[in-house]
């Protein structure tokens, strides 16, 4: 455990404290929403079974359920900081489905289809507020 809270305070060492804790707000609104978005499916209410026939998928408590387990698996990994580029990988490969579904049936741009994409960007731009190795991958120039 000393090890991990070694590891979470070097990295701060190298952000500044404004960045490590918006970065953290962050990811705590995209955590609790995909949280939310998890439990709904695990315990499949009527409206998220609708909402998949809507979306050309079976609309079974078990293909919910499944769907919901993936989702909270890649969000635990993601709240995880040794794990949190795992699951920012991970959901962003949910996401890319998601995005890919809502195209397919011509759902709205901006409001349905480009969704996934936002919920990307925060998780990204959370990590890349707070992780050095991140920045270092992504290098962004002026």
Known sequence: MQAVVQSTEANRDFVSGRAYWTSWIISGLLILFLAFDAVIKLFPLEVVTQTMAELGWPA?????????VLTLICTILYAIPRTSVLGAILLTGYLGGAIATHIRIGNPLFSHTLFGVYLGIMAWGALYLRDPRVRALLPLRR
Request: charged share 10%; no cysteine; aromatic share 0%.
């Open 60 to 68: 079974t408590a078990s293909m919910a359920r499944l769907l919901g």
